[in-house]
């Protein structure tokens, strides 16, 4: 097995950057049909005393009929070299294209059948405990507006309970 078990509390890193610069996939589906996309919003912590993974999907986004249809998903990390791939995941859309072949990722799939790559330095594997699309009703006029701007379908926030965190050997 290349992949090792961690406990969530091993995680190493630091959240800011491994979201906002280095970047990760969120995947959700299975050996018969699953997407991925790019992400640079999300967030570890503790909730219900819980550990979770919460990651921002706008409707926009192919990758969001897969969240809503599964009851788990998986996020992803890699080493640098993988940037262009991310990139290339970031802005191709799973509706037109078989992307994770563009992108050169190889999918393999978890004990209990979510896709998630080899490439991968490290694989967090979590059940969707809520998720909510934001009410443009209760955000601030400037998120509004940054809404507007990018013409983008408002995100939807996936809590998922962390389940398996793996590690590559
Ligand atoms: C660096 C980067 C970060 C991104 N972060 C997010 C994000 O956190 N949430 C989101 O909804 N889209 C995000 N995107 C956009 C999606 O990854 C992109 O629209 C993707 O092509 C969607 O693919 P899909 O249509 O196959 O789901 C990001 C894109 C890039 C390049």
Same mark, same amino acid.
Not at 54 to 67: C, D, E, G
Not at 83 to 112: I, Q, W
């Given at each position: 097995?290349?992949?090792?078990?961690?406990?969530?509390?091993?995680?190493?890193?630091?959240?800011?950057?491994?979201?906002?610069?280095?970047?990760?996939?969120?995947?959700?589906?299975?050996?018969?049909?699953?997407?991925?996309?790019?992400?640079?919003?999300?967030?570890?912590?503790?909730?219900?005393?819980?550990?979770?993974?919460?990651?921002? $999907? %706008?409707?926009? &986004?192919? =990758?969001?009929? @897969?969240?809503?249809?599964?009851?788990?998903?998986?996020? /992803?990390?890699?080493?640098?070299?993988?940037?262009?791939?991310?990139?290339?995941?970031?802005?191709?859309?799973?509706?037109?294209?078989?992307? $994770? %072949?563009?992108? &050169?990722? =190889?999918?393999? @799939?978890?004990?209990?059948?979510?896709?998630?790559?080899? /490439?991968?330095?490290?694989?967090?594997?979590?059940?969707?405990?809520?998720?909510?699309?934001?009410?443009?009703?209760?955000?601030?006029?400037?998120?509004?507006?940054?809404?507007?701007?990018?013409?983008?379908?408002?995100?939807?926030?996936?809590?998922?309970?962390?389940?398996?965190?793996?590690?590559?050997?």
């Amino acid at each position: 097995m290349e992949f090792k078990r961690i406990s969530p509390k091993d995680i190493q890193g630091n959240t800011f950057s491994m979201f906002a610069e280095d970047l990760a996939l969120v995947t959700a589906g299975n050996q018969k049909s699953f997407n991925t996309m790019t992400i640079g919003w999300g967030d570890f912590g503790i909730l219900w005393s819980k550990p979770i993974i919460t990651v921002y $999907v %706008s409707s926009s &986004r192919y =990758t969001k009929q @897969f969240m809503d249809a599964n009851d788990e998903f998986t996020v /992803e990390f890699f080493d640098k070299k993988y940037t262009d791939a991310l990139m290339y995941l970031g802005t191709h859309s799973g509706r037109n294209e078989d992307k $994770v %072949s563009n992108a &050169r990722l =190889t999918p393999v @799939f978890t004990e209990s059948g979510n896709a998630t790559f080899k /490439e991968s330095r490290l694989i967090i594997e979590a059940k969707k405990l809520y998720s909510h699309e934001f009410d443009a009703n209760a955000l601030p006029e400037e998120i509004i507006q940054w809404y507007k701007q990018r013409k983008l379908g408002l995100h939807t926030m996936y809590i998922g309970e962390i389940k398996n965190v793996w590690i590559k050997q």
